[in-house]
């Protein structure tokens, strides 16, 4: 635990104007991002008696190890770095919404030549649009269901279309009319996006039109006694309407706006937001966040602005926002939503009438969050605690291990070996720092020694940080690393990848040592881990085993394991920790294996790309056949010439011949079949999955 005093600045040293400041702990991590309209009375308030501080806040400045800051022009530059700080460096002080689920759009790909209709999750793609969020996918897809009647966009995956273009035959949507089947050319695509540019514009709340449109040409075609067609275009308006109710009228204005409530306590808060478009509310989200400081409802507000808007532009910021509470200085955060929007935007607190009504509304959904999230939390904590406790007291650690990481070796036969690293950190996966390796040091099947080598490597690196941030240096201050590894690490999914960057400040791979290693296996893993550290002179990280046969806890140079009750709260955090790294390694393994076999003779031909490899596989049927074709046949294939022709000839003639497919159930010799190519040309063998699996460890 630092003292705030070691790195206060010394006085005049801050400039009293607007910037961003960073708190840095002792491995140079960011651990808190602030914003302040003078940096000189802001950072003071931190460099106080630590009695006077907020508790969390207490807890931040013991914590840092330094603070530095960046100086702008103006407070709304201010508070767009601060946003892209928070984002880039995920500072664990920061006040951060978590959202209690992941909420379902309804999507349109308008950035596709035929736009489809999809439910859709997660981040946000360029040149789709979004309309909710909503509560439930079942609520987007009964409402897409009405609305196909009017508007058949078409909502089948790409492996539908493309086999229906195919085949010349539409899906069963098609022939009910509930798709305008433009993979068949029923429509053209300027028509079929058309479409679905009226769809948005219904979905967006401007349905006035659309109805009043079918109205008249309902009355039109009963006039013409086309009775048919009238009937069609009243059961239409009915859809319409129908689609309409499911969206309670709240405002009779047709208002467009985002009515957002904040319910808190001394530690936390919840945020609900409602999203009206057209006067209906269209979808609801909420958050629920940990408060690290003594922060205003105003401050809350606003950075709830940050996180629904940070990446939001156009439409998608309305034109009204109503909050609980004004931020201070409103003038800023007032201008930023205009910027993202491209036009003014209202932010106020609703005084009277039906927007105080339907804030009050909201502002009941928030406090009910936020009783239900302290409900589940409780006991939540008190587990993970609990289990983090019981950890210590079993392998008679000197505190609770809030960081671990657990190892898992991988292969298929003794081929493909690889290796996971998963990361806990207060009893929770920090997927972003999860990291694997590919097993280099040697041959062949060898989980003690693959085992060493990965822990010898990880922790190399970690001691490569320490070195080039001066924290530590071995013998002659050279340190005990090659810096020969590489880039081993790759973290679990692209979206926490961005944040990973090997910058000064930024979480970098492999900088920040565990209390805890857990390896999977039993006593001779355990042995070759802890003979890693102590090659690379690391003695203040525990190591232990977990053996699957009996979940028997091994310790190092013990000859008896530990064995924890099996109602054990320790215990089963130590295997969710070991089975997660187990389905990373397989997942990382199986990926592997998979690019293995689909590796062709033709992906070593110089010069030949995808597109010519496809053309040749599709003009001879196979490798096999391929394999058989002369020159002359080769150059037959548009976009090969005579050059390229030898060449891939003699790297075929070079690669040993595939061996047959085999039936594993039967022992036959499949014959190839046309049709029966993977993607590389080879014939796919059918036999049992289980049999040509193999064993996966």
Not at 93 to 98: A, D, E, I, L, T
Not at 214 to 240: N, S, V
Not at 647 to 669: D, M, W
Request: charged letters at 30%; hydrophobic letters at 35%; glycine letters at 8%.
């Amino acid at each position: 635990m630092a003292d705030p005093s070691s790195y206060r600045p010394r006085p005049g040293e801050i400039p009293d104007s607007p910037g961003v400041y960073r708190f840095r702990d002792e491995h140079r991590r960011v651990i808190y991002v602030g914003k302040a309209k003078s940096l000189r009375q802001r950072l003071a308030n931190y460099f106080q008696d630590l009695t006077n501080l907020h508790p969390r806040t207490r807890s931040m400045v013991t914590t840092a190890a330094s603070v530095e800051w960046t100086v702008v022009s103006t407070e709304v530059e201010a508070l767009q770095l601060e946003y892209s700080w928070i984002k880039e460096y995920d500072p664990r002080f920061n006040v951060k919404y978590r959202d209690d689920k992941s909420y379902p759009y309804l999507a349109v790909t308008m950035n596709e030549q035929f736009p489809r209709v999809q439910v859709m999750r997660g981040h946000k793609k360029k040149g789709v649009r979004y309309f909710g969020p909503y509560a439930h996918a079942w609520a987007i897809r009964d409402t897409v269901d009405l609305l196909l009647r009017v508007f058949p966009v078409r909502t089948c995956s790409a492996g539908v279309f493309k086999n229906a273009s195919r085949t010349g035959r539409p899906c069963l949507l098609g022939y009910i009319g509930k798709c305008s089947a433009p993979c068949v050319g029923r429509i053209t695509p300027e028509d079929h996006r058309e479409l679905a540019e009226e769809f948005c514009d219904f979905m967006a709340g401007r349905t006035g039109t659309y109805l009043r449109r079918l109205e008249k040409q309902m009355m039109e075609a009963a006039e013409d006694m086309e009775y048919e067609r009238a009937a069609r275009l009243r059961d239409d308006i009915g859809a319409l309407k129908k689609a309409m109710e499911k969206n309670a009228v709240v405002l009779a204005d047709a208002t467009d706006a985002d009515l957002i409530a904040v319910a808190e306590d001394e530690l936390e808060a919840a945020v609900q937001i409602f999203h009206v478009r057209g006067g209906r509310v269209r979808g609801q989200r909420g958050w629920v966040t940990d408060k690290v400081e003594e922060i205003t409802t105003g401050a809350l507000v606003e950075h709830a602005l940050q996180q629904l808007y940070g990446e939001e532009s156009g439409d998608a910021v309305p034109r009204e926002v109503l909050v609980p509470a004004l931020p201070d200085p409103l003038e800023p955060v007032q201008e930023w939503l205009t910027g993202r929007r491209g036009s003014n935007v209202s932010l106020r607190i609703p005084q009277r009438g039906d927007k105080k009504a339907l804030m009050e509304t909201v502002q009941r959904n928030a406090q009910q969050a936020l009783v239900l999230h302290k409900t589940k939390r409780a006991s939540d904590l008190t587990t993970r605690s609990r289990a983090l406790e019981e950890i210590a007291d079993a392998l008679q650690l000197d505190s609770a291990p809030l960081r671990i990481e657990c190892y898992d070796i991988s292969h298929l036969q003794g081929q493909d070996v690889v290796a996971s690293m998963v990361v806990f950190e207060d009893g929770l996966a920090r997927k972003g720092e999860y990291r694997r390796f590919q097993i280099k040091g040697f041959e062949g099947q060898d989980d003690v020694r693959s085992m060493h080598e990965v822990i010898n490597r990880r922790f190399r690196r970690y001691l490569a940080e320490k070195e080039r941030t001066g924290e530590w240096a071995g013998e002659d201050g050279q340190g005990a690393v090659d810096g020969s590894d590489g880039p081993d690490g790759l973290p679990e999914s692209p979206g926490e990848a961005n944040a990973l960057k090997d910058e000064e400040g930024r979480p970098r791979k492999f900088a920040y040592p565990p209390q805890l290693v857990v390896v999977d296996g039993g006593q001779p893993q355990v042995a070759a881990a802890k003979r890693a550290l102590d090659e690379l002179g690391i003695d203040d990280v525990a190591v232990c085993g977990l053996a699957k046969r009996l979940e028997e806890v091994w310790l190092p140079d013990d000859d008896d394991p530990v064995v924890l009750p099996r109602t054990s709260e320790g215990l089963y955090l130590l295997q969710r920790v070991r089975d997660e790294a187990h389905r990373f390694a397989i997942t990382y393994q199986r990926t592997k294996r998979a690019k293995r076999f689909r590796a062709s003779p033709l992906d070593d031909v110089p010069g030949l790309g995808e597109t010519r490899k496809q053309a040749l596989l599709k003009h001879f049927g196979s490798l096999k056949k391929l394999r058989a074709a002369t020159i002359d046949q080769i150059c037959e294939v548009p976009g090969i010439g005579r050059k390229t022709a030898e060449t891939v000839a003699v790297a075929l003639a070079q690669a040993s011949p595939a061996a047959p497919a085999v039936n594993t159930a039967t022992g036959e010799i499949i014959e190839e079949e046309p049709g029966t190519m993977g993607s590389d040309g080879e014939p796919v063998t059918t036999g049992a999955p289980d049999e040509r699996r193999g064993q996966e460890t």
